[in-house]
């Protein structure tokens, strides 16, 4: 057990929908990542937050979005979801501002399967 | 741009064999290097990493892995499998020359260990 949390652990929508996942990161860590696994593209980063500022941004689409909390938690947005956003999105989370040496501790993961 | 190539997206040993997987990474930077695996619905953990220092980095559950730089290279090794090995194991680099560098991953090896 990592530490990080995320919720639901399983989600089933339609196209067009929108859905929020949320995760809770390591008591204590600052910064939180987002990544998208799936089968064509890999594990793809797609944005991280450290103490409530977005921090950087990878391939993440203009329908989604994210934030983190006052209390470190973060949320990811997905909205007008399309077939191909089915996929297993990951919650990480580390102590610092994500300097290059700083280990990730992931959560469990979100398996959102759009029909 | 930083990537990772994993050779080999299945990897399948005998219970005892050794177990090789194969990492090769391009940075115009020096490296920070990741090993993570993932168990079946679960999300990844870190095997090891390499920062800076000596070049052999020792991880859990017996797996090591050596940097070799002339080769861009980063090979997980472990002397003996077992079962309980069988996993997706990622590559990741973290090679950006800012203070902020998220991971770079390969697609996965998926490692399968025979009785």
């Known amino acids: 057990d990592s530490g990080v949390t995320q919720t639901p652990k399983h989600l089933i929508t339609a196209t067009g929908q929108r859905v929020t996942l949320r995760c809770s990161p390591r008591s204590g860590d600052l910064s939180v990542y987002w990544y998208q696994q799936s089968l064509d593209q890999g594990l793809q980063f797609l944005i991280q937050y450290y103490n409530g500022e977005e921090r950087a941004k990878g391939n993440i689409l203009e329908r989604f979005s994210a934030q983190q909390f006052p209390d470190l938690h973060s949320e990811l947005n997905l909205s007008s979801l399309e077939l191909g956003d089915s996929a297993l999105y990951f919650c990480?989370?580390?102590?610092?501002?994500?300097?290059?040496?700083?280990?990730?501790?992931f959560g469990p993961g979100t398996r959102l399967l759009v029909l | 741009a930083q990537s990772v190539t994993q050779l080999g997206s299945h990897v399948s040993v005998s219970e005892g064999a050794l177990v090789l997987l194969r990492c090769n990474y391009s940075?115009?930077?020096?490296?920070?290097l990741f090993w993570y695996v993932q168990y079946p619905n679960q999300g990844l953990q870190l095997l090891l990493k390499?920062?800076?220092?000596?070049?052999l980095v020792k991880g859990i559950n017996g797996f090591e892995a050596e940097f070799k730089k002339s080769e861009t290279s980063f090979h997980l090794t472990k002397p003996s499998a077992h079962m309980s090995d069988a996993a997706e194991y990622f590559c990741?680099?973290?090679?950006?020359?800012?203070?902020?560098?998220?991971?770079?991953f390969g697609k996965g090896t998926r490692l399968s260990v025979i009785a």
């Open positions: 940075s115009s930077v020096p490296p920070y």
């Open positions: 990741a680099v973290s090679a950006g020359n800012s203070g902020n560098t998220p991971l770079v």
């Open positions: 390499y920062t800076t220092g000596a070049t």
């Open positions: 990480a989370s580390s102590v610092g501002s994500g300097g290059r040496a700083e280990t990730q501790y």
